[in-house]
């Protein structure tokens, strides 16, 4: 079991940037998992945004491609989603994940185990 806590989120307008954290009670989580970042958005269903497996290999979604880098830190057990050049439909509550195993499979929700509160993103035009 591992509990996963979010932060970083906040208002910023379009353009703008934040960085959101997501640390890990337990460092395995980190540095043997599959981990990712999602969002849900009010009224609509949770979209995959990024994921990163043990190898390195990140998969973005199509709409930030470019835009957001996955990253983390194993000393620091932290999970990092840098947002740049953020639009009003970013908006939405993200969540962290870890799955119980180090391999992703290209975005899907269902192989995560473990999942954060969330962290509100607001991006005003």
């Known amino acids: 079991q591992v509990e996963l806590v979010e932060s970083g989120g906040g208002s910023v307008q379009t353009g703008g940037s934040l960085r959101l954290s997501c640390a890990a009670s337990d460092s395995r989580y980190i540095t043997r998992s599959c981990v990712g970042w999602f969002r849900q958005a009010p009224g609509k269903e949770r979209e995959a945004v990024a994921d990163l497996d043990t190898s390195g290999l990140a998969i973005y979604a199509d709409s930030v491609k470019g835009r957001f880098t996955i990253s983390k830190d194993n000393a620091e057990n932290n999970l990092y989603l840098q947002m740049n050049n953020l639009k009003p439909e970013d908006t939405a509550m993200y969540y962290c994940?870890?799955?119980?195993?180090?391999?992703?499979?290209?975005?899907?929700?269902?192989?995560?185990?473990?999942w954060g509160q969330g962290t509100q993103v607001t991006v005003s035009s």
């Open positions: 994940a870890a799955a119980a195993h180090w391999y992703c499979q290209a975005l899907r929700a269902d192989i995560f185990d473990y």
